[in-house]
């Protein structure tokens, strides 16, 4: 599968962003999906995992209350809604695919296939 992450940009903080991945192929809703990001200087971390069918979805505490993921499968799409951002979610977002589900979802060596990235920049 391929994927291709958008919808990043510039916003001021307490300001709201969401992004989208689109995945090509058929095979969609077989994989399970993940949001990571990467701030200048840092290493990728975990930001949020939505399961195949999108029964179960996993927040990083720096997300939670404020992210949401979601998917549409009839679209080959995962989204990020993004609200009350920080100066901190400052980095670039990638989202990622893995065909299973279960453990390890916050992991990047867990996923199989990513998307170039989509920068996301909040002014304080």
């Known amino acids: 599968v391929q994927l291709q992450a958008f919808g990043g940009g510039l916003v001021q903080a307490g300001g709201s962003l969401r992004l989208s991945c689109a995945a090509s192929g058929r095979t969609f809703s077989s994989y399970s999906m993940g949001w990571f990001r990467q701030a200048p200087g840092k290493e990728r971390e975990f930001v949020a995992h939505?399961?195949?069918?999108?029964?179960?979805?996993y927040y990083a505490d720096s997300a939670k209350g404020r992210f949401t993921i979601s998917r549409d499968n009839a679209k080959n799409t995962v989204y990020l809604q993004m609200n009350s951002l920080k100066p901190e979610d400052t980095a670039v977002y990638y989202c990622?695919?893995?065909?299973?589900?279960?453990?390890?979802?916050?992991?990047?060596?867990?996923?199989?296939?990513w998307g170039q990235g989509t920068e996301v920049t909040v002014s304080s």
């Open positions: 990622a695919a893995r065909p299973y589900s279960g453990s390890y979802y916050a992991n990047s060596n867990a996923y199989d296939h």
């Open positions: 939505i399961s195949r069918n999108g029964g179960y979805l």
